[in-house]
C-alpha cells in the first residue's frame, strides 16, 4: 500500500508540474497587440469599439490600446465598454492625415505610431495595428523596426474578391517608384503570406502589364519577368487589368503607383453600385418596389465587396507584425484588423518570411 500510495502521489505532482507548465507556456504564448487609438477617420471611437470587440471574442489577446489616454477612457465611458485602463498607454501626439510621414516622425516622437512601433521593435508587443496615416506607419514600422535581413523594400497589399476566391494585389502604395528586383521581392514575400494566411500551398503569381504576351509591358515589367521566369515562385506571366476580379491569379504583382491607383479605383466601385441602384429605383414605383423586395439580398451579395470585412494589410519585410487598415475602417474592420495580426503571430509569419528569403541567392 505505501508504495502504491507514493506512486499516487508522484503522478499527482508530475500531471501538477504538467498543468502549471501548460498554463506558463499558454501566458508567454500569448499575443500582446497595440492599437493606434488615434489613427483614422473615426478614431478614437471606432479603433476602440472594435478592439473591445476583438477581446469578447479573443479574450486571451493581451491587447493594449495607445493615444491620448483622457480621450480614450471618454469613449470607453459614453460608450460603456469595458476595457482595462492599466492597458492604455499614453501618447500626447497624433500624426493626422495631412502630415508629411518623415517629417511628422521625426518632430512628433510621442504620437502613437512612434511610440506603437518602437514597442514592437523592442519587443515589448508582438504587433502593431493602426488605421491612420499610411505613408507615417510604413515610414516608422520601416526605419524603427526595421527590416528583415534580404529585404530591401517592405510592401502593403489589397484583397480583391474574384471568381476564384479572393486575389491579393502587392503593392499598394508603400513605395511609389521601384525597381525589378523590388518587384521579384513582393512576389517573394506575398508568396508566403497567402500561402500561410489562405492556405494555398503554392500560389499563382503574375506581373500586372499591358497585355498578356511577354514582349508587352514597359522597362519594369519586362526585366522584373525574366527575374520571376528563374525564380522558384509559381509565376504565370503578365496579367491585364481584368485578371484582378476573374481569379487567373491568387497574387498580382505591381509597383506602388499603379497598385495604388487600383486601390483607389476599386474603393469607388462599391460606392457607384449603390448610387446606380438608388438612380434605378426612383425612376418608377414599380422600381422602388422591386428594388424594396431585394434589398437584403443585395447586401448580403455585395458583402465581399466590404474592404471592412478583411480588415488591414500587413506590412510585409518589416522585422515584426504591423498591419494598416483604410483611414474609413469601421470597428469591425478595425477588429478585423487585430484579428489578422494574431493570425500572423500565430502562424510565425516574420520568421517564415526570413527562413524563406534565404533560398534565394539574389535579392535587392
Not at 53 to 69: C, H, M, N, T, V
Request: charged fraction near 20%; include cysteine.
Amino acid at each position: 500500500m505505501p508504495k502504491l500510495w507514493l506512486l499516487r502521489l508522484a503522478v499527482y505532482v508530475c500531471a501538477k508540474e504538467l498543468i502549471i507548465s501548460m498554463e506558463q507556456s499558454l501566458v508567454t504564448s500569448s499575443c500582446k497587440i497595440v492599437v493606434d487609438a488615434m489613427g483614422g477617420d473615426y478614431a478614437p471611437l471606432n479603433e476602440v469599439s472594435g478592439a473591445v470587440q476583438a477581446l469578447i471574442d479573443f479574450p486571451a489577446i493581451d491587447l493594449y490600446l495607445i493615444g491620448r489616454k483622457n480621450e480614450i477612457e471618454k469613449i470607453l465611458e459614453s460608450e460603456k465598454l469595458n476595457f482595462n485602463s492599466e492597458k492604455i498607454i499614453h501618447a500626447e501626439e497624433v500624426i493626422t492625415m495631412s502630415d508629411t510621414p518623415t517629417i511628422a516622425i521625426k518632430q512628433k516622437q510621442n504620437s502613437s505610431i512612434v511610440i506603437g512601433t518602437q514597442l514592437v521593435k523592442e519587443k515589448k508587443a508582438d504587433a502593431f495595428v493602426s488605421a491612420g496615416n499610411t505613408g507615417a506607419v510604413v515610414t516608422a514600422a520601416t526605419l524603427i523596426m526595421g527590416r528583415i535581413k534580404n529585404v530591401e523594400r517592405p510592401t502593403i497589399g489589397t484583397y480583391y474578391p474574384n471568381s476564384a476566391g479572393v486575389c491579393t494585389v502587392f503593392d499598394v502604395g508603400a513605395f511609389v517608384d521601384c525597381k525589378p528586383q523590388h518587384l521579384l521581392n513582393y512576389g517573394i514575400l506575398s508568396s508566403l503570406y497567402v500561402k500561410e494566411i489562405y492556405g494555398i500551398p503554392n500560389p499563382s503569381i503574375g506581373i500586372l502589364s499591358t497585355g498578356e504576351e511577354e514582349e508587352k509591358g514597359n522597362k519594369l515589367t519586362k526585366e522584373a519577368t525574366l527575374l520571376f521566369k528563374n525564380s522558384k515562385l509559381n509565376f504565370i506571366g503578365n496579367l491585364e487589368g481584368k485578371d484582378i476580379l476573374n481569379g487567373k491569379a491568387n497574387i498580382v504583382i505591381c509597383d506602388g503607383f499603379i497598385g495604388n491607383i487600383i486601390l483607389k479605383f476599386g474603393e469607388s466601385v462599391p460606392k457607384l453600385l449603390k448610387h446606380l441602384l438608388k438612380e434605378y429605383a426612383k425612376k418608377s414605383l414599380l422600381n422602388k418596389l422591386k428594388m424594396g423586395l431585394l434589398k437584403n439580398s443585395l447586401k448580403e451579395a455585395l458583402i465581399p465587396l466590404d474592404p471592412n470585412l478583411y480588415g488591414g494589410v500587413p506590412l510585409l519585410g518589416v522585422n515584426g507584425i504591423c498591419i494598416i487598415g483604410h483611414g474609413s475602417s469601421s470597428a469591425v474592420g478595425i477588429k478585423n484588423m487585430i484579428i489578422r495580426a494574431k493570425e500572423m503571430h500565430e502562424k510565425n509569419i516574420v520568421n517564415k518570411i526570413e527562413e524563406s528569403l534565404k533560398e534565394y541567392s539574389k535579392i535587392g
